[in-house]
């Protein structure tokens, strides 16, 4: 992933992608010069482009990007972490740990959606370790072009607690309304056990079953896959997997609970 941001940082600097690249090989590469410096810094140090500009006139060719460009374009593409008062200021992002990231300010590559409830995700600053644990607490899609996230309660609740007191976590359920109630709910229901009332449990012995199964309500995500060769699966689904394993040939053997569950 890191390899991959650095690349198009790198192509979307002016000239990187002309003949005048072959005159890099003469110099030291601006990208090289740029992180070496900033790798030198300490944790609570920042620079201005301006102050590397002599590095870059001293070790790189002259036809090269601005300082501010690259740094600008660094941040762009996630590489490059920034702070803005009166000037602009970067660094590398600090990436040790998922701790370290939250030094970074979520809202750098977090946008919400008020009107659809809906959080978007900007993949040319997300840092990486963000966006792993943003696939653990939601679901993400694909449309018109945007990565957007939406709470998933079930991975929420899996989260450790000191996990939920992340500040990205934290930050998400201070400004989402959906992240807010679905923390809520994780919160109200921590450490009971939850009854399903809804849900069909099956044992599939037969191999190619069990992947036709699979497939078919992985498509709408209506499936929980169980240790052995169990799974589960919401009741409405019932007549599409009947009607499935008939077609196989196979038969259904059910089992009646003895005493129904109640509803928590």
């Known amino acids: 992933m890191r390899q991959w941001q650095r690349a198009c940082w790198k192509d979307s600097l002016p000239g990187s992608k002309s003949t005048e690249r072959s005159l890099y090989e003469k110099y030291v590469d601006p990208l090289k010069t740029v992180t070496y410096a900033l790798s030198q810094l300490k944790p609570d140090e920042w620079v201005s482009p301006d102050q590397l500009s002599g590095l870059l006139k001293i070790f790189c060719e002259k036809k ?20 803005e008062s009166n000037r602009k200021y970067y660094r590398l992002p600090l990436r040790q740990n998922d701790e370290n990231d939250a030094s970074i300010d979520p809202g750098n590559y977090l946008q919400i959606d008020k009107n659809r409830s809906e959080i978007i995700v900007d993949l040319k600053t997300v840092p990486y370790n963000s966006l792993e644990l943003i696939a653990r607490v939601g679901n993400l899609k694909v449309e018109k072009n945007k990565l957007t996230l939406m709470p998933n309660t079930i991975k929420l609740g899996k989260l450790s607690e000191q996990m939920q007191r992340h500040e990205l ?17 994780v919160a109200k229901r921590w450490g009971k056990y939850i009854v399903h009332s809804n849900l069909m449990i099956a044992k599939i012995k037969d191999l190619s079953l069990m992947v036709s199964i699979k497939k078919l309500l992985s498509k709408s995500g209506a499936l929980a896959t169980l240790s052995g060769d169990y799974i589960a699966f919401p009741k409405d689904k019932l007549p599409v997997v009947e009607k499935l394993v008939a077609k196989s040939g196979n038969v259904i053997k059910k089992i009646e609970p003895k005493n129904k569950a109640r509803d928590e």
Request: some cysteine; hydrophobic content about 30%.
């Open 64 to 83: 090269n990007p601005a300082s501010r460009s690259i740094c600008q374009k660094g941040w762009e593409w996630g590489c490059l972490a920034k702070q």
């Open 169 to 185: 976590i934290r930050w998400l359920g201070e400004r989402s309304s959906v992240f807010k109630q679905s923390l809520e709910k």
